[in-house]
């Protein structure tokens, strides 16, 4: 991974705001869109999820996810830049002073949702990533694990 | 599903060009990028895809895969409409009818793909739908099956 690369990672995960989620459900992948808000000063990802919803469930059962985060859309689909994120989704306790660190970068991308946090039934996960896997475009790929994606955040 | 609701799903799986592709790879859900098109006068998805990537692999492991295709932004996240379609993916044999008809399709949605079919690792997978979910706003979902989908699509 170069600096070029770096810098590709490090935009696409901070200035897009939804991601494809995947879970396992009962057995079979499943895909429903999730906004997500970056972890500050950190490399995980936080959902605010409703406890009726299918992934919701999904991750209580089975931890494994994946993440897709495509960039806006250039000449072809196969141009624009995306990353897959493999890790592991587990539920912040209410209350908490993660779930309280958590809830405010998610507030601070999605001013909006701060009504939705009156709403018993949401709560956070946290997906700590483990390997990702970044497309810049077509034939353009590279993998890397959870400390160099750290580090790619870190550098500015 | 009202006609509302059906013109919502039909617009949203013909106007748009990429799916979040769920497949399960060693037991974990796995998503990827992926360009569609749908079959003409039929209800399948189609995707043409590298024999060395790693989605195809799975999807040659285990049938069973979800399709997440999301409308372009909003003011919110979750004001975009999105369907979720679990089904099944198998590859298409090359030389066959169905390949010839899948390929006509997929070249006039991407004409910029045509090259692509000379190389020798690709292969169209036909993605047949079983059920589907389909969010067309905060807190507005409906759920349908493949036979509503066809209806839904013939419709105009």
Redesign the interface.
């Known amino acids: 991974m170069n600096a070029d690369q770096a810098r590709l990672l490090r935009d696409l995960v901070r200035t897009q705001?939804?991601a494809?989620?995947?879970?396992?459900h009962a057995?079979?992948?499943?895909?429903?869109?999730v906004?997500y808000a970056l972890q500050a000063g950190g490399a995980d990802f936080f959902v605010h999820v409703s406890r009726l919803a299918?992934h919701t469930r999904d991750m209580l059962a089975s931890a494994?996810?994946?993440?897709?985060i495509?960039a806006p859309g250039g000449d072809?689909?196969?141009s624009?830049a995306?990353v897959?994120v493999?890790g592991d989704a587990h539920p912040l306790a209410n209350g908490s002073a993660e779930y309280a660190a958590a809830k405010a970068c998610y507030i601070a991308r999605?001013p909006?949702s701060a009504d939705i946090f009156d709403f018993a039934d949401f709560s956070i996960f946290r997906i700590a990533p483990k390997t990702l896997?970044v497309?810049g475009g077509f034939a353009q790929a590279f993998s890397l694990g959870a400390e160099s994606f750290a580090r790619v955040l870190g550098e500015d």
Request: charge should be positive.
């Open positions: 705001t939804i494809a989620l995947g879970t396992l057995g079979e992948p499943f895909v429903s869109m906004p299918t494994r996810v994946s993440l897709l495509i072809s689909p196969q624009r995306r897959t493999q999605f909006q896997r497309v």
